[in-house]
């Protein structure tokens, strides 16, 4: 559910995986923009030598656009990747709950709104599971396997089965705010922009510090755009609540870029300029 940056992804690592996918979001056009990245990704990937012509066909031929919820019946499994809007997300559960078959699992690719409280939205907090992909997904390693307070631990067992069939590193993390890579990851974007509001250096020379002097590869500026400034910024709003601590206060100069539609590479300018 929802052919965004996450969702394009995640339908990609999971066709090549093997499973057959129906992508599904609000219109057919955001359906075929994705598919169209999907291949444009595969392609990349036969030209390099990573991918043979004939798996890419395969994995092509097991998406399928499916611009009409109800296709989620019949579905095992269903993750979600829609906006980070815990009302949009909860309407949405909601729906599929009625939707989906009994055996279905629920996941969720949520950066931070708790598990438990989407869960909460449907009849089958036992068969909900958050599953936290990192972008770009075709080439992040890592999924955080959340578990709300009810989810069974067959639900938790399926979802790193999943993971690890999609070729990825699961860890398992309790539904605590940001689980445990948000946490880290987000103080450390939110500092960079209280460096760059206090002109404590320039942007691209803050990037520069993390990336040479800390080995990362790209600065916290350019993940951010990469990220979006609107999923950072509603990362740490998340954090802030959560923890009552102002040491995750979002810092005031990403809140004002928001504002401005400055997202990042999304809206084409972010910290940097995109063409
Ligand atoms: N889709 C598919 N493949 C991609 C890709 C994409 N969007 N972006 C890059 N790649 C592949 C390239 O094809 C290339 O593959 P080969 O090595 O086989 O040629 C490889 O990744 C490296 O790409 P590039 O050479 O173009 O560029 P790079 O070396 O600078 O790597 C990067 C790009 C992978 C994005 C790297 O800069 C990186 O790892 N950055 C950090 C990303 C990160 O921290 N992600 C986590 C964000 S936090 C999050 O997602 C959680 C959340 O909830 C907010």
Redesign the pocket.
């Known amino acids: 559910m929802g052919a965004g ?2 969702g394009t ?1 995640i339908a ?1 690592v999971a066709a090549q995986s093997g499973f057959t996918v129906h992508l599904n979001d609000v219109s057919p056009s955001l359906i075929e923009k994705a598919l169209g990245a999907i291949r444009g ?1 595969l392609d ?2 036969v030209e ?1 030598g ?1 991918l043979s012509a004939e798996a890419r066909e395969a994995a092509a031929a097991r998406i399928e656009p499916a611009p009409d919820l109800a296709t989620a019946g019949g579905a095992d499994l269903v993750v979600e990747a829609i906006v980070e809007n815990v009302e949009a997300k909860k309407g949405l559960f909601a729906r599929l709950d009625a939707a989906c078959g009994p055996h279905t699992l629920l996941a969720t ?1 949520t ?2 709104i708790s598990i438990t409280e989407l869960a909460a939205s449907t009849k089958r907090p036992d068969r909900f599971v958050g599953m ?9 390693k890592l999924v955080e396997i959340i578990r709300g307070i009810a989810t069974s631990q067959e639900t938790v067992e399926t979802a790193k089965s999943v993971a690890l069939k999609m070729e990825k590193t699961p860890v398992e993390v309790q539904d605590s705010p940001g689980f445990a ?2 946490r880290m ?2 103080p450390m974007i939110n500092e960079a922009f209280y460096c760059l509001m206090e002109g404590v250096a320039s942007a691209e020379d803050i990037d520069t510090v993390m990336k040479l002097g800390m080995n ?3 600065g916290p500026l ?2 951010a755009d ?3 400034l609107d ?2 910024l509603s ?1 740490l709003e998340v954090l802030n609540a959560g923890f009552g601590d102002p040491k995750y206060r979002p810092c005031p100069l990403l809140r004002k870029m928001v504002k401005a539609g400055y997202l990042g590479r999304k809206t084409g300018r972010g910290v940097y300029t995109y063409q």
């Open positions: 940056q996450m992804g990609q990704n990349r990937a390099k990573r690719n950066s931070s936290h992909f990192f972008n770009p997904v075709p080439v992040m890579g948000n990851l987000l990362h590869p790209m350019a993940l990469l990220i979006g999923t950072c990362i």
